[in-house]
């Protein structure tokens, strides 16, 4: 085994790859990039990970911003020392008019594309990433098999925490609103892994497992976060907007919506969720909130939208 250390070397240019300070030395490096590019298009930033989005109504205009975004980044990275990698550099386009776009030179255009751990398609469908979703906690059944074959109930639901919940609700609060198919895809493989913690044969219900065990369904989790993120945003409530005072005068007042889409975006579907709460909750502090929600869902194992209706 060598116990010689290679003599320190400074380092007059760039970030240290690997390094803890790495990330945070090149966010300082980059600070100046969004406000280059704010005028055609907006950034979204996480260490080395960029991401250009620029939208507008004509095609044409469209396809000018994203002509010169990309430009000016190549300039940018040019000024700064960075070399702008094509190879690894992908686009996608959405919206009715996506197939009007001509493809841009010397980058992929694809229909799909990770960010940040999601996979986002052209049709915003969350399709991919539910398949991809379903594969990882797939995975985690099989782990929490064996770990429930060597090991108490208490240790398999630790791990159940560790290595199916976090991949379950990393990002429910888009994919969740995409589909009740989606929904249910993923209910089957965690009411799988609740009868594997309750010890049950594959025929029995798991309704009152789930309440044994103290575990929300993901529906209750999609539920409990899409209304905590709405609670947070400033929306008015019918009697802000109009002195009569009708029955739902306390509802939060829902935008109108031309596209079935804008009724999946985090803070309509979590405005109308809300709206179904009972008063107890629905007038309940933002502190106590999510507290209370978890609570109450946690009595009544709720598998679809339509159930949660229903208790409401």
Request: hydrophobic residues 40%.
């Amino acid at each position: 085994m060598c116990t010689r250390r290679s003599a320190p070397l400074s380092v007059k240019r760039g970030v240290p790859q690997g390094s803890v300070l790495g990330p945070v030395l090149f966010v300082l490096f980059t600070s100046d990039f969004q406000k280059h590019l704010e005028t055609y298009c907006y950034s979204v930033m996480y260490a080395d990970d960029t991401v250009l989005v620029t939208s507008h109504n004509s095609a044409e205009e469209l396809e000018i911003n994203t002509y010169i975004s990309i430009g000016m980044a190549e300039q940018y990275c040019s000024n700064n020392d960075l070399v702008f990698n094509t190879a690894k550099t992908k686009y996608i386009t959405m919206g009715k008019k996506k197939d009007q776009l001509s493809e841009l030179p010397n980058l992929t255009k694809v229909e799909e594309v990770k960010h940040l751990g999601m996979t986002i398609d052209n049709r915003l469908s969350w399709n991919d990433h539910v398949d991809q979703l379903c594969a990882r906690l797939s995975s985690a059944i099989f782990a929490l098999k064996r770990i429930k074959l060597i090991s108490t109930t208490a240790a398999t639901k630790t791990a159940y925490h560790a290595i199916f919940e976090t991949h379950l609700r990393y990002g429910i609060i888009l994919w969740g609103s995409s589909s009740a198919q989606n929904l249910q895809r993923v209910l089957v493989l965690q009411k799988h892994a609740v009868r594997i913690m309750a010890g049950l044969s594959f025929p029995d219900t798991c309704r009152d497992a789930f309440r044994i065990l103290n575990i929300l369904t993901v529906t209750s989790i999609y539920i409990i976060d899409a209304i905590v993120y709405a609670s947070k945003q400033t929306l008015q409530t019918h009697r802000e907007i109009h002195s009569y005072n009708t029955r739902h005068a306390d509802n939060l007042h829902l935008p109108a919506h031309r596209t079935t889409l804008f009724t999946k975006k985090p803070s309509f579907a979590g405005a109308k969720l809300m709206n179904m709460l009972p008063h107890h909750l629905r007038n309940a502090s933002p502190n106590t909130l999510k507290r209370k929600l978890q609570d109450w869902l946690l009595d009544y194992s709720v598998y679809t939208l339509e159930e949660f209706m229903d208790v409401c």
